[in-house]
Structure formats: C-alpha cells, structure tokens
Nanobody
C-alpha cells in the first residue's frame, strides 16, 4: 500500500510562486509515473503534470495551460515529487492532488484512472 501526503499549498497573489510537495510512504520505490491533478469548484479533476520514474533526466509532460510556468520534479531517493508553480494566475486556483502509478502504462499518463494512489489534496488559492 502507498500513502501520499501533499503539502505546500496556500494563498498567493497573481504572479507569485508556490512549491507543492508530495511524499510517498509505505513502499520503498514508486516505479511508475507520478503526477499532479487539480480540481476547481464545480469542475472535473484535471491533469496538470506528470513525470516518469527515471533519474535526473526523467521525462515530463504538462497540460498546455501550465507549460512554461510549472515544473514537476522527482526525488526517487525520498519518494517525493514536487510541483514548482511560478507566475500563478487566478485560474490556477484549485485543490491539487498528487497521484502515483506502480506501472507506467503509456506516456504521457494524463488520465486519472491510470493512477492507483492518490493524496488528500492541498488547496491553492491565487488572488488577483
């Protein structure tokens, strides 16, 4: 079993930055992709970014709306994935979820049903 715990959310002004962290426990190594999704009020949970399980050169993928602003990274030794969010916009306001897969079924993995484990979410609010 895997437990994912997110942290780092909060309130930020537009143009500011936040860094989300997601620590995995209960398993020595997450061998599949890890990703971030977000859910705004009244909307479906949507893909944000994903990273494969490779080392420093692991492949990453982003939804178009965050490309050039968000960066996903991963520390396999710590079983932790990060989401650095820069140039935040009010439309980035959402509950952000971390997700993990034991197998990378395809790439990029952008569908929430492809991920097995989920965190409880961390709220990000961006004021204008």
């Amino acid at each position: 079993q895997v437990q994912l715990v997110e942290s780092g959310g909060g309130l930020q002004q537009a143009g500011g930055s936040l860094r989300l962290s997601c620590a995995a426990s209960g398993r020595t190594f997450i061998s599949g992709a890890m990703g971030w999704f977000r859910q705004a009020p009244g909307k479906e949970r949507a893909f944000v970014a994903a990273i494969r399980s490779g080392g420093s050169g692991a492949s990453t993928y982003y939804t178009d709306s965050v490309k050039g602003r968000f960066t996903i990274s991963r520390d396999n030794a710590k079983n932790t994935v990060y989401l650095q969010m820069n140039s935040l916009k009010p439309e980035d306001t959402a509950l952000y979820y971390c997700a993990a897969a034991l197998v990378t079924y395809r790439w990029p993995m952008t569908i929430k049903n492809e991920y097995t484990y989920w965190g409880q979410g961390t709220q990000v609010t961006v004021s204008s």
